[in-house]
């Protein structure tokens, strides 16, 4: 049974860091990419960036470049996402998604792209 779980959320101050995981289980990372979403109520879930089968290629919408980074350890199942430098409108819901297609950079960001979602994890960015 495939299953994804995201932990590591919760408050941080403007300019902080915080570090998201995305535990994995029934299926080898390996084989999937692994996608990170937010939203926030009222609005559109939102692509943040991307892990691609191969580990070695990352994708992240324009707003997060250079702030955010996305690794794995298949060795733990997990994805992380590195999140830095952040700021009050990085507060949402943060999801994990998992897709055994390898995304290229034009469609990793559309969540009907992805089989398998977790639950999400509250993160408020906030003084």
């Known amino acids: 049974q495939v299953q994804v779980v995201e932990s590591g959320g919760g408050l941080a101050q403007p300019g902080g860091s915080l570090i998201l995981s995305c535990a994995v289980s029934?299926?080898?990372?390996?084989?999937?990419?692994i996608g990170w979403f937010r939203q926030v109520p009222g609005k559109e879930r939102e692509g943040v960036g991307c892990?691609?089968?191969?580990?070695?290629?990352?994708y992240f919408t324009e707003s997060v470049a250079g702030r955010f980074l996305i690794s794995r350890d298949t060795t733990k199942h997990t994805v992380y996402l590195r999140m830095s430098s952040l700021k009050p409108e990085d507060t949402a819901v943060y999801y994990c998604a998992a897709d055994g297609a390898a995304k290229s950079n034009s469609w990793w960001m559309y969540p009907s792209e992805y089989d398998y979602w977790g639950q999400g994890t509250q993160v408020t960015v906030s003084p």
């Open positions: 029934g299926f080898t990372l390996d084989y999937y990419a």
């Open positions: 892990i691609n089968l191969s580990g070695d290629d990352t």
